[in-house]
């Protein structure tokens, strides 16, 4: 008997900003903070990723920041010691996702702000619906 497989299709609806860097991510944090005047912190509980090559479910770091006006950031560290959180973005270290539940918050306005940093060596705008792997991006509110 034939049997049909049904996806689900996931849409989410933040700002993925992917920051190319040889820094370690506590100086990364920093860097952000400075920048976009936040107050990123590590997480205890890492952030959940599947790797389906290897069948393997991984953590990555993640470090977290609510502004309390509906603006949630997260800074994932994209090359896990188990592999990438989005393989298709290979060249990035840190991805940077950005949720705004008012749409005060603009990719630009964050994009320009990071770009002025020396050390941050590529700073790209990345567009979560076309990845193939977001739904390693997917986040328990």
Known sequence: MATKIERLELTLDFILIGISTQLPAYKVCFELN????????KQ????????PKRM??????LYSYYD????????IKNKAEQGLVVP???QIDYLLCVH???G?????????????YKQ???VFNCDVNTLKSKDNLYFDE
Not at 44 to 51: A, D, L, M
Not at 68 to 75: D, E, F, K, P
């Open 68 to 75: 309390g006006a509906g603006i949630n950031y997260r800074l």
């Open 56 to 61: 393997l479910n991984a953590d990555a770091d």
């Open 44 to 51: 205890v509980k890492p952030h959940p990723f599947f790797i």
């Open 34 to 41: 400075q920048k976009l005047q936040l107050s990123l912190t």
């Open 100 to 102: 705004d539940m008012q």
């Open 88 to 90: 298709e973005l290979k």
């Open 104 to 116: 005060k918050t603009t990719a630009i306005n964050i994009y320009t702000k990071l770009k002025t």
């Open 120 to 122: 941050f060596l590529g």
